[in-house]
């Protein structure tokens, strides 16, 4: 079979093409997604023992993808030594061929892909946390063959179960943002009943799912957000303390981030954040210092303002406030918090949908920040 056909699933489970269409980074490339990103035919990947190759559904487009393009801070290839970058570390798809060792999953099962890759072999894959081994990547940004094709390659750790309520877009958007979210604030920062959280960008893509796990726990979000479409949303997923950022210029000093404080307060009835839930960096990392309460946590992933972070650090050890850094997931997490969807208590929140030809528009989408919630693409799937 030279190729499968895009948008139907024509073949039965195991029959692998000759080739196959993916949306590809080179190196020459790199810059905005909309010029970086590209439909082309490659070689299907083989697979290792414990591995698995899936057939892409849909793929969730992700802030990693942008980076991925960019080339910056760090380029793909100086990370990964294949001619060309498959980004995408999000997708719902069939498990299509398993690896030799593989006992957990079988070709024909509908699965959700988590994007941790760990060795599976070291002393804290298999004590500590896979997070912590040397080897750890995130699939489809550290390493290739990633979601936005035809077949991906995934260590069979990766899958859990699709939710069978979900469509195949739905379903291919949450994972990484989501588990990212949980990890973050369920077993970092140990939020707790009561807990009033600050989450930044809480329209976005981490921050829908902070929204809905602070509800879902009983703790209090404060969410920040920049337009009245996104305030929108998150009052939908329950949150009632929200915050336009557009009236705080953070540039101007400490005198806007005291304003700020003062906002919160008076949302919460003269409470500080127990918890800020932190993936801006540059811009807002010295409010989120400021505004944390006396002993309060700041949970930080990413920082896509700038990760030179400069804020004062007197309200950090005089208050004695934490900063602990979060990154993605373990598949236990990962595992625990899928339950949550497949019980339909944690919703996906899905914006727009895109066939894989237009992947590169839908990453500049996110790029410019003009999304809301996630995007999805679809690949076999036809609607
Ligand atoms: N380490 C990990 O495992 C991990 C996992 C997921 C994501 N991340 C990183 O976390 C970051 C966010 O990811 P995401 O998927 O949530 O992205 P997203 O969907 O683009 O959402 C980010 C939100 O941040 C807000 N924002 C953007 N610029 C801002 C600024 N200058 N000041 C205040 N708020 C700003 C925006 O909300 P408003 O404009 O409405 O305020 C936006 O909706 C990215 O850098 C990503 O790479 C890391």
């Known amino acids: 079979m030279k190729r499968l056909d895009l948008g139907a699933v024509t ?4 029959a692998i093409p000759d080739s196959m269409l993916a949306v590809t980074i080179r190196r020459e490339r790199e810059g905005e997604p909309r010029d970086a990103m590209k439909l082309e035919e490659v070689p299907v990947p083989g697979i290792g023992p414990d591995e698995v190759l899936v057939l892409v559904m849909a793929a969730g487009v992700n802030f990693n993808g942008v980076w991925a393009a960019r080339g910056r801070p760090v380029s793909v290839f100086d990370m990964h030594h294949e001619p060309f970058h498959i980004a995408g570390s999000d997708a719902a798809g069939i498990v299509w061929k398993v690896g030799e060792s593989v006992t957990r999953w079988k070709p024909g099962d509908e699965v959700v892909v ?9 002393p804290e894959c298999n004590g500590l946390d896979p997070m912590a081994c040397e080897r750890q990547k995130i699939w489809g940004y550290e390493t290739s063959w990633g979601s936005f094709a035809q077949l991906a390659k995934v260590q069979a750790q990766q899958l859990v179960h699709k939710p069978r309520q979900l469509g195949w877009a739905e379903a291919a958007s949450y994972g990484l943002t989501y588990f990212t979210a949980y990890r973050m604030l369920v077993d970092r920062a140990e939020m707790k009943p009561g807990d009033n959280v600050l989450v930044w960008g809480a329209g976005g893509g981490l921050g829908s799912f902070a929204v809905q796990l602070c509800k879902l726990v009983g703790a209090n979000p404060i969410a920040v957000v920049s337009s009245p479409e996104r305030e929108r949303l998150v009052r939908e997923l329950g949150a009632s303390m929200v915050i336009d950022r557009t009236g705080f210029d953070f540039t101007r000093g400490p005198q806007v981030s005291r304003a700020f404080g003062a906002r919160i307060r008076e949302l919460t009835g003269g409470k500080d954040a127990d918890i800020v839930f932190e993936h801006v960096g540059k811009q807002t990392f010295p409010t989120s210092v400021l505004v944390a309460k006396r002993f309060g946590k700041i949970v930080i992933c990413g920082a896509t303002s700038g990760y030179d972070l400069d ?4 309200y950090l050890w005089m208050r004695q406030k934490t900063i602990i850094g979060s990154h993605f997931a373990n598949a236990y997490e990962a595992e625990r918090a899928n339950r949550l969807v497949i019980e339909g208590k944690i919703r996906p929140v899905l914006d727009q949908v895109f066939p894989l030809h237009r ?8 790029a410019d920040n003009r999304h809301k919630g996630k995007i999805a693409i679809l690949v076999q799937a036809a609607a």
């Open 114 to 122: 988590h994007c941790n890759q760990s060795c599976g072999q070291c």
């Open 11 to 14: 073949a039965p489970p195991g």
């Open 359 to 366: 992947a590169a528009e839908a990453h500049q989408l996110v």
């Open 311 to 314: 804020f004062d650090v007197r």
